[in-house]
């Protein structure tokens, strides 16, 4: 097959106008502008999107599908302590038949608005196996064991024999203040055996610094009042416990897709980036970093360092978070509020916030976020007039998605 379209937004050199990717099988196998490839390509059928433009699809690095249900029915709360407790007893009446339906409405939502592949945080491993996901899905189990820390590895073993049924999988410890370091050195060792990606959620808001740092603060208060053991509070920032305290690793850590890091202690942002300084000088990056615009305006965290991450050399992705704190599950919504607070963050910078760099964070820089030879044939459509700046007009698009591809197969609405 090959698809035209006005313009094809590759994100991998500048967009093509009368563009065209030819599909074969679940991947892409030319692109270029219309006329060569059809020379190229003249015995493969034609499918003339007209005036639109052709992009990868996007890629949301971090959400929880199992709190779709939860949209609109946890309010802002005084504190982010506080908020755990409301989802918690908000959790405490779903059942996993609820989760399921949950997951399943969210995967709906997700690919409505353009989203081909997914970082699903579940923390229900056992029931993925009963899902089929209808887009690329990364599923990580999170753990927990901040109620029952003396069968750390026991909670991680039975998440990964759920999880191995899956194609694409990984762990997600949840926090530092949920998950024990023996959380965190397990799944980093079993990420070192099976290849396997890792994500958790770090210094995602200032009660979480006031509690490492401070041993004080309502998350603090909170987290002691459950009963976990507090003897890690009062010295390090979380970013400096994480990657400063021998406990929470075996041997140097392997990647993390780390989410949020919205509150750093000035050293924080150097000692995240001094991993990057490999021998010879390359460019490898240890940790991605997940930004999700939208969640972080509802908790009102402080502002995200956007350029201090860049300046540094970190890979920066967006993500919607749950529906326990945003409204819905588009990515687009996710890059125009990013647009709103970095003003001087180009829009295609912002689009590939959601291709290029999640596919790199996913290990998959060969075959995902971008339009190019050997590429996955994840695409979408979106119109597109203007011709003078079409990466602003595809992050202004704000309707469903209503012509998309993955793995080569045509998902039209
Ligand atoms: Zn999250």
Partial sequence: ???????????????IENG???????????????????????????????????????INAHCHLDYTCLRGRIRPQKSFADWIRAINSAKANLSSEDYIASITEGFAEAARFGTTTIV????????????????RTWWFGELIDVRSSDCANEIVDLAVRSLKSKENWGLAPHALFTASPNVFRHCE?????ENILLTTHLAESHEEFSMFREASGPLYKFMKEIGRDMNDCGHETPVGLFLGAPDW?????????????NQLAESDFDLLATPTKVAGGGSTTTFAIVHCPRSHKYFGHSPFQFEKFRERGLNICLGTDSLASNVDLNLFAEM??????????????ILSMAT????????????????????????ISVPCVSSSNVFEEIIAFDQPVDWSMIDGQVRSR
């Fill in 249 to 261: 690793h075996n041997s140097t850590p392997p990647n993390w897709i780390v989410a949020h890091l």
């Fill in 120 to 135: 699903n945080l579940c923390a229900f491993p056992e029931l993925v196996a009963q899902i089929d996901e209808p887009i």
């Fill in 20 to 58: 065209a990717v030819a599909i074969s099988g679940n991947r892409v196998v030319d692109v270029g502008k219309f006329p060569e490839i059809w020379a190229r390509q003249s015995n493969r059928k034609i499918v003339d999107l007209g005036e639109r433009a052709l992009l990868p699809g996007l």
């Fill in 356 to 379: 290029v760099n999640p596919g790199r964070a996913l290990r998959q820089e060969t075959r995902l976020g971008k339009i190019r030879f050997g590429f996955y044939a994840d695409l």
């Fill in 189 to 193: 060792e079993i990420a070192r055996r």
């Fill in 1 to 15: 097959m090959i698809i035209r379209a006005r313009v094809v937004v590759t994100m991998d050199g500048p967009p």
């Fill in 336 to 349: 125009r509020q990013f647009q709103k607070t970095f003003l001087k963050i180009s829009p295609a910078e």
